[in-house]
Antibody, heavy 115, light 110 residues
Framework: QVQLVESGGGVVQPGRSLRLSCAAS????????LHWVRQAPGKGLEWVAG????????YYADSVRGRLTISRDRSKNTLYLQMNSLRLGDTALYYC????????WGQGTTVTVSS | QSVLTQPPSASGTPGQRVTISCSGS????????VNWYQHLPGTAPKLLIY???QRPSGVPDRFSASKSGTSASLAISGLQSEDEADYYC???????????FGGGTKLTVL
């Protein structure tokens, strides 16, 4: 069964770090581009970061560039989002998604940045 | 402020046909394929349309989409109560070098 499962969310203070994980099953991450998308409370979907299929190219929204890093571990078939220098505005439900068309999504993991 | 502009809300009665617009520019919709997603908050978004008008398997043919120039639209015919959700358009933006979503349209079935 093709599935993505996010984990790693939690409550963190501004300026601290957090790493989100997205475990894939039923397919190989190396066969697709991969993405993180978030939804802040009461807001719409916002694309955050993308990783090309060959992992050679990373793409970021202006709002997170320099603070968030997307990566994957081929051996664990898992996608990551390293989140540094977190801000109040990063509070959101974070989804991972497969491929540029985003045909498969996880259920999301919640990140709350609060002092 | 989203790069892609959608109406914040739309509504219709069961059986009706509704359309949702998505307006962009040459750097995004004008040169790239548009996808549409259905989303119930707190659940995983669902891909409805990819490559401007193509439906993934399992998506009813009540859902259709088109693109012209720098605008795209999603049409839902034979509206059903379970269609009540948020709908988003998305595409690549050459200037931003990243994916962009519309602000979303909340569809209410009256």
């Amino acid at each position: 069964q093709v599935q993505l499962v996010e984990s790693g969310g939690g409550v963190v203070q501004p300026g601290r770090s957090l790493r989100l994980s997205c475990a894939a099953s039923g397919f190989l991450l190396t066969d697709y581009s991969l993405h993180w998308v978030r939804q802040a409370p009461g807001k719409g979907l916002e694309w955050v970061a993308g990783l090309s299929k060959d992992a050679e190219n990373e793409y970021y929204a202006d709002s997170v560039r320099g603070r968030l890093t997307i990566s994957r571990d081929r051996s664990k078939n898992t996608l990551y989002l390293q989140m540094n220098s977190l801000r109040l505005g990063d509070t959101a439900l974070y989804y991972c998604a497969r491929d540029w068309v985003m045909d498969v999504w996880g259920q999301g993991t919640t990140v709350t940045v609060s002092s | 402020q989203s790069v892609l502009t959608q109406p914040p809300s739309a509504s219709g009665t069961p059986g009706q046909r509704v359309t949702i617009s998505c307006s962009g520019s040459r750097s995004n919709i004008g040169g790239n394929a548009v996808n549409w997603y259905q989303h119930l908050p707190g659940t995983a978004p669902k891909l409805l349309i990819y490559n401007n008008y193509q439906r993934p398997s399992g998506v009813p043919d009540r859902f259709s989409a088109s693109k012209s120039g720098t605008s795209a639209s999603l049409a839902i015919s034979g509206l059903q109560s379970e269609d009540e959700a948020d709908y988003y358009c998305a595409t690549w933006d050459d200037r931003l070098n990243g994916r962009v979503f519309g602000g979303g349209t909340k569809l209410t079935v009256l």
